[in-house]
């Protein structure tokens, strides 16, 4: 018998349709993360709303939670259908999966005000520094003489995912390696659990356009320079938590939700709740050619989106009644005396 999680489903109610990406696509490895953290948390899929734009990888996510709904938006315009949906029902969990053509090309200027604007949800950019559905073209991640079979050499400085985050002052930012499915999987879990707007660049190589070993989105040059931050744990609130608290090797960061965040120190001696030191730590990465993983910062101090507009998870906008939204008599003919 196969075994179940809290909520009693099996790990296959968790799957979606076949994937019909290339073979070995980064993408795959994160939408079976995705399936293995919800999981891992007992989410009800009919809880979870799904999200995407257009690219190989907003097409994720008919590969996983196929009992969730989701929509596949227009190119770049991702963000702005996600806010409408989580106004309408406040009480779903959102999961976004973009690419870096769909968020920092076209959809750069809803990505940067999704970004102030904290909404509760999940994104994830599949960050393979091209447009691999429309055959290689360089994406605004390319790095600067990056040179491609059909395309030349890349003039131009790249976008970084992470520093336009924490720029913006985003309140969950992460990046990952879609070879590395532990560390993925880890911080899927922890991003579910953030009340505001979690952003995970996950590097996600194009085995077809753009997996050459010298080329930084590929499987070689991230598997060789991958430099991880710390050893990443989540701890669900329903689980003991049993971590002996050494000053200066072991962080943990309590959730809204009371999960925690365990951050074992390796190499760095790094604080993820500090803002400049995030930033300081990208730079000194891009200076040493290395590509740095983990949780970058986190601050889950700020107001969500729901929660600067008071909506409530009790009873959402889109289940509201005739009642509720048709004025009274007496209303409207106030409002028609104040126009003579």
């Known amino acids: 018998m196969a075994k179940v999680n809290a909520v009693g489903l099996e ?5 979606g349709a076949p994937t019909t990406l290339c073979a070995g696509c980064g993408h795959n490895s994160i939408s079976n993360q995705i399936i293995q953290a919800a999981y891992d948390l007992s989410l009800i899929p009919e ?3 799904k999200f995407s734009g257009i690219g190989c990888s907003s097409k994720s996510p008919t590969y996983f939670l196929g009992r969730s709904f989701g929509f596949n938006s227009l190119h770049g315009r991702m963000p702005s259908v996600a806010t409408g949906a989580l106004f309408g029902d406040a009480r779903l ?3 976004a999966v973009s690419g ?12 940067k005000h999704i970004l102030r604007r904290n909404a509760p949800m999940v994104y994830i950019i599949e960050n393979n ?13 390319a790095e600067q003489g990056l040179t491609l079979k059909y395309q030349g050499a890349n003039p131009y400085m790249p976008v970084d995912v992470i520093m336009e985050a924490l720029v913006s002052q985003a309140t969950f930012v992460a990046r990952s390696f879609a070879g590395d499915a532990t560390q993925v999987r880890e911080l899927i879990k922890a991003a579910l659990s953030h009340d505001g707007l979690a952003i995970l660049d996950i590097i996600s190589p194009c085995v077809t356009f753009n997996n050459a070993d010298d080329a930084r989105h590929s499987y070689g040059w991230a598997k060789e320079h991958q430099d991880p931050l710390h050893d990443f744990s989540f701890v669900p609130f329903e689980e003991e938590i049993e971590v002996e608290m050494v000053e200066g090797e072991t962080r943990r960061v309590t959730m809204h939700d009371g999960s925690s965040i365990i951050l074992k120190k390796l190499d760095e001696d790094y604080d993820p709740t500090n803002r400049k030191n995030a930033m300081d730590m990208i730079q000194q990465s891009y200076e040493e050619d290395v590509l740095m993983t983990g949780l970058i910062y986190i601050n889950t101090e700020p107001d969500s989106l729901l929660d600067m507009h008071g909506l409530s998870q009790d009873e959402p906008l889109n289940r509201l009644g005739q009642e509720h939204l048709r004025p ?8 028609n005396a104040m126009m003579f």
Do not use: C, H, P, W
Not at 11 to 15: D, H, M, S, T
Not at 328 to 335: L, M, P, Q, T
């Open 11 to 15: 790990k296959n109610e968790y799957r």
């Open 47 to 49: 809880d979870v709303i």
């Open 93 to 95: 969990k959102a999961v």
């Open 100 to 111: 870096d053509g769909d968020s920092t090309n076209i959809g750069i200027g809803q990505f």
């Open 129 to 141: 520094g091209v447009y691999g559905l429309t055959k290689g073209q360089f994406s605004a991640t």
């Open 328 to 335: 009274k008599k007496e209303a409207i003919d106030a409002v």
